[in-house]
């Protein structure tokens, strides 16, 4: 087969190409410090990214699943407690709960935006509801606002995974400032992605930051003094050297998907057996995925592999429907729209770099394999 272009799901390399000078000289200036632990370049970044969006803390840490831990735990959740999130997200964000103790409730998420439903989360409330994360999916701010009044009702607090939406807006609002504590990741991948596992929790509320460096120092502010159980969760020099160079780009680097994320809906408007993905209204979208929902899915991806297209399913499984939480005792049918989700939607290539012309023959192969 004549494959005429080859197109990554994400390209790092163009990426890293354009920060690389920076980068090196960070790396440089870190080992003739020795300064790997706990080096200016963390603080740097932990005030940079808070200032970015708003909030009065950023604790780097390890990476995103222990930042939700370490939020959750910081935030009030124990073990026996309930907390609510979609059916429709990583595993990491059921892992986080498991890992402090608690039980996942999970609920469906809305048809149109894949994103929690406010109305499930209702339904879901019990008298042990200690959290809800309403998970900030393949770019989009949740609708926080109307989860709010539920957990105001029901004391619960809120805990944003927004893992895929470092400078995406609802309503002016940034993703990471809605809840008590919110948790994300810099996996290579995101929008704003490190040179390895790296993660952040931020929040408003002076105590919530203070327990989360506490936790993730083996629970000690003076050294050998141990006051709780923690761990080891800090975000590492150079992964901050990485961060900074990064963060500097990331409004610019939003900006270029969601003008890549408008051409693809252009390209593919009116293809027979496409649904685009959607905008709510009052937000402002960062793209981390360019996620279409096609019939025969698995066929249409093979198809587009075969002509050198990087795709992606975000996400294949459902929670409720991994081995590893099985225990749950949910049968197939549980959460609707998860599952339809799960088995039509398809990650197109999305990056800042991608070129018009990529997308071109992106969407062609797209609409060829469905008439094929």
């Known amino acids: 087969m004549n494959v005429l272009q080859r197109i990554p799901l994400v390209d790092l390399a163009a990426q890293q190409a354009e920060v690389n000078e920076e980068i090196t000289a960070g790396i440089k200036e870190v080992f003739e410090s020795t300064s790997f632990i706990g080096g200016r370049q963390v603080g740097q970044f932990e005030e940079a990214y808070a200032r970015m969006i708003g909030a009065r803390h950023c604790v780097g840490v390890a990476n995103g699943t222990d930042a939700l831990e370490l939020a ?13 999130l979609p059916a429709n997200t990583f595993i990491a964000t059921a892992e986080a709960v ?39 999916l ?25 893992a895929q939406a470092q400078g ?33 929790v931020t929040t408003n509320s002076d105590a919530i930051a203070a327990q989360v460096r506490l936790l993730g120092a083996h629970g000690s502010s003076i050294k050998y003094q141990h006051d709780v159980i923690g761990m080891n969760s800090r975000l590492d020099t150079i992964q901050a050297v990485v961060l900074n160079a990064k963060l500097a780009r990331l409004a610019e680097w939003n900006e270029r998907r969601r003008v890549a994320a408008q051409y693809y809906s252009e390209l593919l408007n009116g ?17 981390h995925l360019y996620v279409i929902r096609v019939t025969e899915r698995d066929r249409v991806m093979q198809a587009l592999s075969d002509v050198g297209i990087g795709v992606g399913v975000h ?32 990650s197109l290539p999305l990056y800042p770099h991608i070129t018009p012309e990529q997308q071109r023959y992106v969407a062609h192969h797209v609409e060829n394999a469905l008439q094929s």
């Open 138 to 162: 393949f770019g989009q701010v949740a609708p926080v606002e109307a989860i709010q009044p539920v957990a105001d009702a029901s004391g619960a607090v809120i805990v944003e995974d927004a």
């Open 72 to 84: 959750l735990r910081a935030s009030g959740v124990t073990p026996g407690g309930e907390v609510i």
């Open 168 to 200: 995406a807006t609802r309503h002016g609002r940034y993703a990471g400032t809605w809840g008590a504590a919110a948790a994300t990741s810099f996996y290579p991948g995101k929008n704003l992605g490190a040179a390895g596992d790296a993660g952040a």
């Open 271 to 287: 293809v027979a057996g496409v649904t685009l993905p959607a905008t709510a209204d009052g937000n402002v979208d960062v793209w």
């Open 315 to 346: 996400y294949p499984v459902p929670v409720h429907r991994t081995p590893a939480f099985a225990h749950l005792g949910h049968a197939t049918g549980a959460f609707p729209v998860a599952e339809s989700a799960a088995s039509t939607m398809l």
């Open 98 to 136: 498991c890992r402090v103790g608690a039980h996942p409730v999970l609920v469906d998420v809305d048809p149109t935006y894949l994103l929690i439903d406010p109305q499930r989360i209702a339904e879901a409330v019990t008298d042990a509801t200690q959290a809800i994360i309403p998970v900030h």
